[in-house]
């Protein structure tokens, strides 16, 4: 049996720095509690390990006082919360990610210009939560075809993406979009991480009897490889670590492919690599 990787697998830039980071406070011996701004990554067992270090997730941010700092995940935060938090002199770690910091900044200078904003993404997700937030959640979010046709007729609108969605999703509501809006400026923030994972993804799936994809249930990244790898390998299935494995389900298989969503640590992926590896000691790992 052969175990093949994906090129592009597991912790993107973005949550490798945010990670480091939050793991460098441990050393922070300076009487601070020190918190993240809702879980940090996509990961239950990073975010578990955290909290039993004393890195607590919260969710709100009124009990917090001067004796406590907040580490802000990648995704980011909405402008109002960002002003609350500097009001109340919390010190901030602003670990967004550089690349959605670019989204919030578009949306905040053409919201400014008097332009509609449309996001394409999810309206639950974290980050498109705080990217709305910086045009005073007035933002149009469409995540299909469907949202899109019934939005109104607009005169301006600028439209970004979510870091985190398919090409695919980005041409085909564009399309109605540039039949919706008279003046259109459109951003393709979708990261290149993101992309580059993708298209791995769905080139190793196109090769191997079974296809693992290793990440968080409430992963958006780790969800959009697991369809794009069902598109090609029916035999896909979704784990956050070794511990879901069922070894037989590798008994007649010649070839195992394995991906990892944006916010899964190398460690989770060479655990399962191991339980592989265990189930067929013959065999070779590539
Ligand atoms: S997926 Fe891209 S945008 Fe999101 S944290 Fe990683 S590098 Fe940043």
Redesign the pocket.
């Known amino acids: 049996m052969k175990i093949l990787v994906a090129n592009n697998a597991g912790f ?4 490798k720095r ?1 990670v480091e980071k939050a793991y460098d406070q441990l050393n922070n011996k300076d009487g601070k509690n020190t918190y993240t701004y809702g879980d940090l990554i996509h990961n239950p067992q990073v975010v578990s390990d955290l909290e039993g270090k004393g890195i607590k997730s919260i969710k709100k941010i009124e009990n917090l006082t001067k004796n406590d700092r907040i580490i802000i995940r ?2 980011g935060i909405s402008e109002k919360i960002y002003n609350n938090l500097k009001e109340k002199k919390i010190e901030l770690i602003d670990m967004t ?4 910091k670019r989204v919030q900044k578009i949306v905040n200078g053409y919201y400014k210009k008097g332009y509609c904003i449309i996001i394409i993404g999810d309206k639950n997700h974290p ?1 498109v939560i705080g990217v709305n937030g910086w045009c005073n959640d007035s933002a149009f979010v469409v995540k299909s075809v469907d949202d899109a046709k019934i939005l109104p007729h607009l005169n301006k609108a600028c439209v970004v993406a979510q ?2 969605i398919t090409q695919e999703m980005w041409d085909d509501i564009l399309d109605i979009l540039n039949k919706k809006v008279d003046e259109l400026i459109s951003f393709n923030t979708i ?4 992309h580059k ?1 993708q298209k791995s993804a769905e080139e190793l799936s196109k090769e191997v009897d079974i296809m693992i994809v290793i990440g968080g249930k409430n992963s958006s ?1 780790t969800q959009k490889l697991k369809k794009i790898c069902e598109s090609n390998c029916k035999n896909t299935i979704q784990i956050e670590s070794a511990g879901e494995i069922d070894i037989n389900t590798f008994r007649d298989v010649d070839i195992v492919g394995i991906t990892a969503g ?1 916010s899964t640590p190398d460690y989770l992926i060479e655990e399962v690599i191991k339980k592989i590896m265990g189930t067929r000691k013959e065999d070779s790992n590539e």
């Open positions: 993107c830039f973005g949550v945010a990648t995704h990610c550089p690349f959605v980050e870091t985190t990261c290149d991480a993101t994972r990244n944006a």
